[in-house]
């Protein structure tokens, strides 16, 4: 704003400047041009304006800056040492000598020195008219600045603003799109959770005719056992992964807890002798049990989907669950994350579920490759 009103100031200024002298010269040159039209003849006139009739009646001073062949017209002229004129050139045809009217406007142009007053009446008429606009510019910033942090406050706190309490129409009209944005967000996360509940309820049926299945078949297990073994261990993670589904279409939190090294230990015994390749091995680190606020079921998912991925990226060297009363993490040795073949890389929908998972209870999930290779995953919870 300060760099806009010196900006201002200073066209101005010019502008003021420039037109004064214009006009000044104007004004002279059209005042001895209606003297030399009025009358003729040599001598003075009035307001000081002195004729000379032929070119060798012009003061030597005078010749040497009027030429002899100049056109009829007025000139503007500055003499050296002698000071500012303006002369008016009239040729006669029928005498063949011209006529010539000089009016010294040196004591008159001295007026140009009251420019430093005229140039403070502008720097004063310039800063009141500034102080005018800054006074306006407030007003309507303050006009809609309110209504917009009111608004911003709302939105911050989740409420929802409501339009009689807005009176600026840009403001009204911004909280409208903002009310409408978040009603098709509503009904957009409503249709996923409608979703996630339906396939989840229409999976429960046949998962549990095939549970029931395998519970038959464990009472007499067939000779392939490293089959049914897979068989199993599919069925019980579909049923996982069913009810980490079903976590995501409730609304609400939860206040059931569960131990994460218990977890952590059933899940190593799970999926560690039929997912394990080559030469790992599996360690768990832990002091003693820790208890987070987290339903079970929904811990077998988010841990049970990190050590397959850290089982299935991992040939040799070692699998490290540490687990701490601030934060469960696994370490491997593996390709690392982002580092795997392009046919073989991602963690599929169990990353995402984790991911998804841990945002619907607060949780932090926390990825990166480790060098010289390996990743290592870190999930925090709300303390």
């Not at 005042?31 to 060798?56: F, N, Q, S």
């Not at 945002?359 to 490759?369: C, E, G, P, S, V």
């Amino acid at each position: 704003m300060v760099s806009s009103a010196a900006l201002s100031l200073v066209l101005m200024g010019a502008f003021f400047t420039l037109f004064s002298y214009d006009l000044e010269d104007t004004l002279f040159a059209r005042l001895v041009a209606t003297a030399m039209d009025g009358r003729g003849g040599a001598g003075a006139m009035p307001l000081g304006i002195r004729t000379y009739v032929g070119h060798e009646s012009l003061p030597s001073w005078l010749r040497a800056e009027v030429p002899s062949d100049a056109l009829g017209g007025e000139y503007e002229i500055f003499p050296p040492g002698h000071g500012h004129f303006h002369v008016a050139v009239r040729p006669d045809v029928s005498t063949g000598l011209t006529r010539y009217g000089v009016l010294d406007t040196t004591e008159l142009t001295r007026t140009t020195r009251q420019l430093r007053r005229t140039s403070g009446l502008l720097v004063v008429s310039a800063m009141l008219a500034l102080l005018g606009a800054a006074g306006l510019s407030l007003l309507v910033a303050r006009r809609l600045g309110v209504p917009l942090e009111r608004l911003v406050a709302q939105v911050q706190s989740g409420q929802a603003p409501r339009d009689e309490d807005i009176v600026v129409t840009e403001v009204r009209a911004l909280s409208q799109a903002l009310s409408a944005r978040d009603v098709r967000i509503q009904e957009l996360l409503e249709r996923e959770r409608a979703f996630n509940r339906d396939a989840s309820h229409e999976l429960r049926t046949p998962l549990a005719v095939a549970q029931g299945a395998v519970e038959i078949l464990e009472l007499d297990p067939p000779r392939d056992s490293a089959t049914f073994g897979r068989l199993r261990q599919a069925v019980l993670q579909m049923g996982l992964l069913t009810e980490g589904i079903l976590w995501l279409a409730r609304p609400g939190r939860s206040d059931e807890t569960c131990g994460l090294v218990g977890i952590s230990r059933e899940l190593l015994a799970l999926y560690g002798d039929h997912l394990a390749r080559g030469d790992v091995e599996l360690v768990l680190e832990a002091t003693g049990e820790v208890v987070v606020p987290l339903p079970g079921s929904v811990a077998r998912v988010m841990l049970g989907n990190l050590i397959k991925n850290a089982l299935a990226y991992t040939e040799e060297g070692r699998i490290v669950i540490r687990v701490t009363p601030e934060s469960w993490s696994i370490e491997d040795t593996g390709v690392g994350f982002g580092r795997s073949e392009p046919e073989q890389r991602g963690f599929g929908v169990g990353l995402s579920l984790v991911e998804r998972l841990a945002r619907r209870f607060q949780w932090t999930l926390d990825l990166r490759a480790v060098e010289p290779h390996g990743t290592h995953v870190r999930l925090t919870w709300p303390s």
